[in-house]
């Protein structure tokens, strides 16, 4: 029985992706978002933690170095908004075509 659970559930996914396939462009960019976004959103504690760093101890608050930091993370934070919106409005998109090409 579970055999043909999991030979259907490939034949579901074939399809699927047979589907898919005029818009492997939209996939590989969405792919790419993703992967920024991920970058992006890791990098946002490096930069918190080099900020602490400038400030830590008396007499050691470095305002010039965390100001930078600051500028850095405030770029990291509009990257990250950035690439996933866009990786968003492609899934969005290319869900409603695939959708629209079975339907049809």
Request: glycine share 8%.
């Amino acid at each position: 029985m579970r055999e043909q659970k999991g030979a259907g559930q490939k034949e579901i996914l074939r399809r699927v992706l047979t589907y898919i396939r005029p818009y492997r462009l939209q996939v590989g960019a969405m792919v790419f978002f993703a992967m920024v976004t991920v970058a992006a959103t890791l990098y946002a504690p490096v930069l918190i933690g080099q900020g602490v760093d400038r400030i830590l101890g008396p007499d050691r608050v470095d305002l010039d170095g965390l100001a930078q930091i600051l500028l850095y993370l405030a770029g990291a934070v509009a990257v990250t908004a950035l690439a996933q919106w866009l990786m968003n409005l492609l899934t969005n998109q290319v869900t409603y075509r695939v959708v629209e090409d079975i339907r049809d």
